[in-house]
């Protein structure tokens, strides 16, 4: 998995047999998609587009470039579409697709191991509702091409686009090939800058190397430690280390984990005093239990990446921290205001425009936390274990109103909400 990022069940259970328990509490931020939360996503397979009607009169277009090249952006509602969209640093391309509903219609989106875009267009309306495969309802007054959503690798299912009349138009697009500013190696980016913390070092592994070894001078404030692998042999673990005060982690590889491994999970931690030099140690051994170094001979497949952003910022918030800025479904979200309670639920009502919210929390024995917004998806939470920790990337739909409680455990726990700003 990529970054170690589904790990925190694993790190919960091994936490006294790290030799820096501090460090893994620190690490078990808000930061990490926590397993539990993601049941909706799906397996990964080979990526496709497969357009089907689901409502109203629709008109399907498939322009092609008459050299047989790359395709031509469709006509849509009257509206040729961008050849190319971008975001977060990434460019993606029309794939030619493009198919108009009256009122609503939907598509079907194959699952990817790269992430999948789809912009919208219409005739009269100026509000579009788009519900992604993962449930999420995203809402839009930007028309036009002017908008976009982002799918995300490895989700599928039916992608539906609704308005209140009219028509309503869509357009796909494709990952390119182009890397985004930072360090790329055998096809694979550490991106320069992520939810606006800079890149401090990277490097990226050979097929087969055993150990990863980098540096940097430590920056004011917390780092983030990001690592990605794949190939690893099933059974082994891939372990982290800083100036070899013990590991903050280890865990094992997610197929999906080499498109933007800088952008989830990771490691969040204090890395040593200000100017002075850190170094950061990645290694393969047998288990949790068996720190030991296995040979390269025995990880003939495996490729390992590692990285360090910095400083991170962040806000505190029921006695943990939440990031101040993040990136959700391809765009940039700011933090606008923090809510913290002793025990009692939070209620926080709706407003007008979608957001994204974090979870964060403080507690003493096990835990259990529910999250929900609005009235379409089923609440999200789960059982944790004592400590600091949270939920990422919860999504509020416009119009929804956000709920969130400790229902089990002692100790503070909060709610942060972002908006967009791109």
Known sequence: MNTLSDLRRTLDQHAGDVADPAAVARAASVHHRVAV????????????????????VTTAVWPRDPQGAAPAAPVVLGQRAPTTIGS???????????EAFGLRGAI?????????????????????????????????????????AVVAPGESGRLTVRVSHGHVGLASYVLTDAAPAGYTKAGVTYRDTVAGVPLLTARIGDVGQAVLRISFVAPRGQVSVQNMCTGLPKGDVVNVSINHNGRIGGGDCDSAGTFDPGSS????????????????RVWVSAGFHDPTPLPASSV?????????????????????FVATVVEHGGHTWRLTSVHS?????????????DRVAAMAWHTHGSTEV??????????????????????????VPAGGAVRASLDHGTGTFGVALYERVD
């Open 37 to 56: 939360v993601r049941r909706r996503r799906t397996a990964l397979g080979a990526g496709a587009l497969a357009l089907v009607v689901a409502a109203g």
């Open 108 to 148: 079907h989106v194959s699952a990817s191991t790269k992430p999948q875009l789809y912009s919208w267009t219409t005739d009269e309306a100026r509000q579009v509702s788009v519900t992604l495969p993962n449930g999420d309802v995203v809402h839009s007054a930007r028309v036009g091409f002017h908008d976009f």
């Open 265 to 280: 999970g990771g490691y969040v931690t204090r890395a040593g005093r200000p100017g002075h030099q850190v170094h950061v």
């Open 88 to 98: 977060l640093g990434y460019t993606y391309v029309t794939d030619g697709d493009g």
């Open 341 to 353: 309670s002793d025990g009692a639920p939070i209620r926080l009502p709706a407003v007008s425009s």
């Open 300 to 320: 003939p497949s495996l490729r390992m990446g590692v990285a360090v952003y910095g400083p991170v910022s962040q806000q505190p918030i029921a006695g943990n």
């Open 370 to 395: 529910t999250f929900g917004a609005g009235s379409s998806k089923a609440p999200e939470g789960g059982h944790f274990g004592g400590g600091r920790a949270g939920l990422p990337d919860l999504w």
